[in-house]
Nanobody
Framework: QVQLVESGGGLVQAGGSLRLSCAAS????????MGWFRQAPGKEREFVGAITSDGIGTYYADSVKGRFTISRDNAKSTGYLQMNNLKPEDTAVYFCAADIHGSYHIGAAYVYWGQGTQVTVSS
């Protein structure tokens, strides 16, 4: 079992930045691909980005490419989502997930999920 806890969400003005963290405990975090997803009210959960277990490979949704950066510190069992130039349409609950059995951009492929953290971007 892996427990994931997100933090760092909040209210920010458009154009601002936030950094989300995803702290893992339990089994060895460094073994797992980690993904970030978000869900806005009334909308389906969508893929934001993912990072390979060794931190070398990263993948992003087109909507965040160039603005968001995913990283991880396996020594601290923590993953990060740096969000810059935030837009009102980025408002959502953000979730981290780990350990995939399938494609990295498919939420159902992930085994472990955090509880989510709210990000609100005002215009």
């Amino acid at each position: 079992q892996v427990q994931l806890v997100e933090s760092g969400g909040g209210l920010v003005q458009a154009g601002g930045s936030l950094r989300l963290s995803c702290a893992a405990s339990g089994r060895t975090f460094s073994l797992y691909v980690m993904g970030w997803f978000r869900q806005a009210p009334g909308k389906e959960r969508e893929f934001v980005g993912a990072i390979t277990s060794d931190g070398i490979g990263t993948y992003y949704a087109d909507s965040v490419k160039g603005r968001f950066t995913i990283s991880r510190d396996n020594a601290k069992s923590t993953g990060y989502l740096q969000m810059n130039n935030l837009k009102p349409e980025d408002t959502a609950v953000y979730f981290c997930a780990a350990d995939i059995h399938g494609s990295y951009h498919i939420g159902a492929a992930y085994v472990y999920w955090g509880q989510g953290t709210q990000v609100t971007v005002s215009s």
